[in-house]
């Protein structure tokens, strides 16, 4: 299965690639029903390396299952060839190095030194870097043996990673899109906010802010980055858990337009930041009041969220357009106040757009949004 991509988000999506699972690091637990899923995978793991394998320690192959079971397929695959190329290198190579020399203290450090100068050369992730170290360590610290024994415990590695494999590939599964679309909404509920939360607190104060006192929607700005980076993690999420996903069908047709979605909010929350900080330098300071009033930008900023209703969703709503007709009655009221507002603060200081500058960006600012909220249907 491939993910339908477009130039427009697909810095968004994982490569999902060689390079890409050798970086896949654990999920975590995850649900109950995955913790059973890892239990009974163990189990088989454990059943199957004593039954065929001739290790004197049958561990490696449930030890292998317990680390490589994942919540994705691609997840379990790129934890389960970290761990069995690790393991096969750090396993073979020691066991050659501790039969050449013996087992003494120089010998034991050089060989964990290069194991982990070789671990940190590979671009993997530090789970499967550590792969290799531990594996030398652990034979090491058993001293010398048969090449044939140590073979074994490679071969009990790769019954573990096979088990780990067909325990998530036969009934993987399902990847949930709606925990991708709670935070698409959590993102968009603090953008929309946020811009609110501008235009409530901007030329409200009874004395003027302190040179380095920050209005308290600057704290709300400053988390937009983090929910979205939240969304963009849930995005990627689910690209993984449907790639190689019997379960997935259906799911993957709607990521392309995810990713467009999440592309177009970032752009408007981009803006919005913008926009906060221009409001942020511009009202509640000393000297001469804002050329642009408070009232004038609470106006403005209340037309703009009732086109983002339209554009993107009210509240607990999905992040899409409700009624397109209207959206475009409410994007042609708001052009036409953003530049009337513009005209008239320019002829109130009598043509001098200097004095009114950061009034004038801070309307600029808002056209921008709009423009970006009329684009974001296409």
Same mark, same amino acid.
């Given at each position: 299965?491939?993910?339908?991509?477009?130039?427009?988000?697909?810095?968004? /999506?994982?490569?999902?690639?060689?390079?890409?699972?050798?970086?896949?690091?654990?999920?975590?637990?995850?649900? #109950?029903?995955?913790?059973?899923?890892?239990?009974?995978?163990?189990? #088989?793991?454990?059943?199957?390396?004593?039954?065929?394998?001739?290790?004197?320690?049958?561990?490696?192959?449930? $030890?292998?299952?317990?680390?490589? #079971?994942?919540?994705?397929?691609?997840?379990?695959?790129?934890?389960?060839?970290?761990?069995?190329?690790?393991?096969?290198?750090?396993?073979?190579?020691?066991?050659?190095?501790?039969?050449?020399?013996? /087992?003494?203290?120089?010998?034991?450090?050089? %060989?964990?030194?290069?194991?982990?100068?070789?671990?940190?050369?590979?671009?993997?992730?530090?789970?499967?870097?550590?792969?290799?170290?531990?594996?030398?360590?652990?034979?090491?610290?058993?001293?010398?043996?048969?090449?044939?024994?140590?073979?074994?415990?490679?071969?009990?590695?790769?019954?573990?990673?096979?088990?780990?494999?067909?325990?998530?590939?036969?009934?993987?599964?399902?990847?949930?899109?709606?925990?991708?679309?709670?935070?698409?909404?959590?993102?968009? *509920?603090?953008?929309?906010?946020?811009?609110?939360?501008?235009?409530?607190?901007? %030329?409200?104060?009874?004395?003027?802010?302190? =040179?380095?006192?920050?209005?308290?929607?600057?704290?709300?700005?400053?988390?937009?980055?983090?929910?979205?980076?939240?969304?963009?993690?849930?995005?990627?999420?689910?690209?993984? %858990?449907?790639?190689?996903?019997?379960?997935?069908?259906?799911?993957?047709? &709607?990521?392309?337009?995810?990713?467009?979605?999440?592309?177009?909010?970032?752009?408007?929350?981009?803006?919005?930041?913008?926009?906060?900080?221009?409001?942020?330098?511009?009202?509640?300071?000393?000297?001469?009041?804002? $050329?642009?009033? %408070? *009232?004038?930008?609470?106006?403005?900023?209340?037309?703009?969220?009732?086109?983002?209703?339209?554009? /993107? &969703?009210?509240?607990?709503?999905?992040?899409? &357009?409700?009624?397109?007709?209207?959206?475009?009655?409410?994007?042609?009221?708001?052009?036409?106040?953003?530049?009337?507002?513009?005209?008239?603060?320019?002829?109130?200081?009598?043509?001098?757009?200097?004095?009114?500058?950061?009034? #004038?960006?801070?309307? =600029?600012?808002?056209?921008?949004?709009?423009?970006?909220?009329?684009?974001?249907?296409?």
């Amino acid at each position: 299965m491939t993910v339908n991509r477009s130039q427009d988000a697909d810095d968004l /999506l994982p490569d999902l690639d060689l390079a890409d699972v050798l970086r896949q690091r654990p999920l975590g637990l995850g649900s #109950v029903r995955h913790v059973v899923r890892i239990a009974i995978a163990v189990t #088989v793991s454990m059943v199957v390396a004593l039954a065929i394998s001739q290790s004197t320690l049958g561990i490696f192959a449930p $030890i292998t299952t317990l680390i490589v #079971v994942q919540s994705t397929p691609w997840t379990t695959l790129g934890l389960s060839i970290q761990r069995i190329l690790g393991t096969g290198i750090g396993v073979l190579v020691a066991s050659l190095w501790v039969n050449l020399v013996g /087992l003494t203290w120089w010998s034991f450090l050089l %060989g964990v030194l290069v194991a982990l100068l070789v671990a940190r050369a590979l671009p993997w992730s530090l789970g499967g870097q550590l792969q290799i170290p531990v594996a030398v360590v652990f034979v090491l610290a058993l001293g010398a043996g048969s090449l044939s024994a140590d073979l074994w415990r490679v071969f009990d590695v790769i019954i573990g990673g096979a088990i780990g494999l067909l325990a998530v590939f036969v009934y993987p599964p399902r990847p949930k899109p709606e925990v991708f679309e709670a935070a698409l909404r959590a993102y968009r *509920d603090g953008v929309v906010q946020t811009l609110a939360s501008v235009a409530d607190e901007s %030329g409200t104060h009874a004395e003027p802010l302190a =040179e380095n006192e920050l209005h308290d929607y600057v704290a709300r700005s400053r988390r937009l980055r983090d929910l979205a980076d939240a969304a963009r993690t849930e995005l990627v999420r689910l690209v993984e %858990g449907s790639h190689l996903n019997l379960r997935a069908r259906g799911v993957q047709d &709607g990521i392309e337009d995810m990713a467009a979605r999440l592309r177009r909010l970032t752009g408007i929350g981009v803006q919005v930041r913008g926009i906060v900080g221009a409001a942020n330098r511009l009202y509640d300071r000393e000297g001469l009041p804002a $050329i642009l009033s %408070g *009232d004038d930008l609470r106006l403005l900023v209340a037309k703009e969220v009732t086109v983002m209703d339209v554009v /993107l &969703g009210g509240p607990g709503m999905p992040v899409r &357009g409700t009624d397109a007709q209207l959206a475009e009655v409410l994007d042609l009221d708001l052009a036409a106040a953003l530049r009337e507002t513009a005209d008239r603060v320019v002829k109130d200081k009598g043509g001098g757009v200097g004095s009114v500058l950061e009034s #004038v960006s801070l309307i =600029e600012r808002l056209d921008h949004v709009r423009a970006q909220l009329a684009d974001y249907p296409k």
